[in-house]
């Protein structure tokens, strides 16, 4: 059997997914192991999720006006020498650079609360409101140098009802993301999801859309 896979969840809030994926992990449904969380906030919950599950963790803040690159060439080096082969972004609200993603090819993921290309960055649940989409959802993908632009895996999607506000759409939204984020990082552990030439495979085939997990 392979060796499980190592990787590190990256945050920088309250950390549920990080929790969805320990969870799943710790319950074999991911063939592989947290080996480092790293947050850029001192005071980010989920730090204490990671503590609870014993997997270690490291803050490292990025300071206003501090040296990016060095910061990053720091993360990365923190990854490699904990033999990290997947990153998975879990609310890490830092936008890494482009000298980052390129020396992970194929190896970020992300999630995002939004059925992407719709809404990239910030608010999007109030900006679905305000828009009137009729559906409304979130998405795992693969990240590339552009924000919120890399090749989608699997999206969560639900009809958004009439009296839908901010606040319930963000639940059902982190409610889907629980179960869709741990799915692809499980496709991901078990060598059934690669990303060749910008194209998402999944069993060997390509994906030519995301996979859509639907809900009532
Ligand atoms: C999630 O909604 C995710 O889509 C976005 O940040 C939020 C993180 O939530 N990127 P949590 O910290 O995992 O609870």
Redesign the pocket.
């Known amino acids: 059997m392979a060796e499980p896979l190592r990787f590190a969840v990256l945050?920088?809030?309250?950390?549920?997914?990080?929790?969805?994926l320990a969870t799943a992990a710790a319950a074999g449904r991911i063939a592989g192991q947290i080996v480092l969380v790293i947050s850029d906030q001192p005071q980010?919950?989920?730090l204490d999720h990671a503590r609870r599950f014993g997997i270690p963790t490291a803050v490292r803040p990025l300071a206003r006006g501090s040296d990016r690159a060095a910061w990053s060439r720091e993360l990365d080096a923190l990854l490699r020498a904990h033999g990290v082969e997947l990153i998975v972004?879990?609310?890490?609200?830092r936008i890494l650079d482009p000298d980052f993603v390129g020396r992970w090819p194929g190896r970020i993921l992300?999630?995002?609360?939004s059925l992407l290309p719709r809404h990239r960055g910030l608010h999007t649940h109030r900006r679905v409101l305000e828009a009137g989409d009729p559906v409304h959802g979130?998405t795992v993908h693969f990240v590339s140098p552009e924000l919120d632009a890399g090749p989608a895996v699997i999206q969560g999607r639900f009809a958004v009802q009439p009296d839908a506000t901010e606040e319930s759409l963000?639940a059902r939204?982190?409610q889907l993301?629980h179960i869709i984020y741990p799915r692809a990082v499980g496709w991901f552990a078990g060598g059934r999801l690669t990303l060749v030439d910008s194209v998402v495979q999944l069993d060997g085939r390509p994906l030519p859309a995301p996979v859509i997990e639907d809900s009532a």
């Open positions: 945050i920088s809030g309250r950390g549920s997914n990080l929790l969805a980010a919950g989920g972004l879990a609310g890490f609200m992300n999630i995002h609360p979130c963000t939204v982190q993301e």
